[in-house]
């Protein structure tokens, strides 16, 4: 593939946040969204010209980003989104399920009843985006969701770990989000996962948590032969 400059696909948000965190942000979600597809080069350059800021709090978003393993920078080439790496991809399954896992068998046995309440909330705003087919707040949801569950439990730093390493998972998953009908059974899996969790059912929710993350591995041969461009050779 042949080297692109990538247009950024999205607007500045200026009091959010520091520049350069909401730089990193903002580019973090068009990569898991495709908007910056892999083998795109990312100017820091034009950065700083579209936002008229310095190059400094662009080189920092860039070097932040990079710790998430999506962009690297290259001889010749500059700062590039890396394509979709099966081999991440799988190990970041792997080390999700076993803290998501630990996560909601600890959840069945206690958990917080204003966080329980939040899951309900959760799920039905995730309802809502199904019907009106809301990709980008379906996807919101998604990610409160397993936010939550681990802020039930009182743990923070299962939420960072999971948050770390899911972002290889993440542009799989926008693959697979095509229809309103691909979203349905995540919320039924989410359903699950919380009726376990009611019935204080450790087995149950571990099963649950497990169906629900496997469902990426079956999609990943038909996902691969279908995109083959976005995937490392």
């Known amino acids: 593939m042949g080297q692109q400059t990538a247009t950024l696909p999205f607007k500045f948000a200026e009091g959010i946040s520091p ?13 898991v969204a495709l908007e910056l597809k892999p083998n795109s080069r990312i100017s820091e350059n034009e950065i700083a010209q579209r936002y008229g800021v310095s190059r400094q709090p662009v080189r920092e978003a860039v070097i932040a980003l990079a710790q998430t393993g999506l962009v690297r920078t290259m001889p010749q080439r500059g700062t590039v989104v890396v394509p979709i790496s099966m081999r991440q991809m799988l190990d970041a399954r792997f080390v999700r ?21 939040q899951l ?14 809301d990709r980008e707040a379906f996807v919101r949801y998604d990610e409160a969701f397993h ?12 939420w ?10 993440d542009r799989v998953c926008t693959l697979t989000l095509k229809t309103a009908e691909s979203m349905s059974p995540l919320i039924s899996e989410h359903r699950d996962i919380l009726a376990a969790i009611d ?10 948590m497990s169906r629900h ?3 990426i591995l079956n999609a990943l041969p038909r996902l691969e032969a279908a995109h083959p461009e976005l995937f490392e050779r």
Do not use: Y
Not at 19 to 30: G, K, M, S
């Open 97 to 117: 399920e076993a803290v998501e896992v630990a996560v909601v068998r600890q959840a069945a046995l206690a958990f917080s009843p204003s966080a329980r309440l």
């Open 147 to 158: 936010r939550t569950l681990c802020t039930g439990i009182g743990s923070d730093t299962a």
């Open 213 to 215: 993350l496997h469902g």
């Open 160 to 169: 960072e770990t999971i948050k770390n390493v899911k972002v290889h998972m």
């Open 120 to 133: 309900t909330s959760i799920i039905d705003q995730q309802e809502i985006a199904v019907r009106s087919f």
């Open 199 to 208: 019935e204080h059912d450790q087995d149950g929710a571990e099963r649950a």
């Open 19 to 31: 520049v350069a965190v909401q730089l990193r942000i903002e580019l973090l979600r068009a990569i």
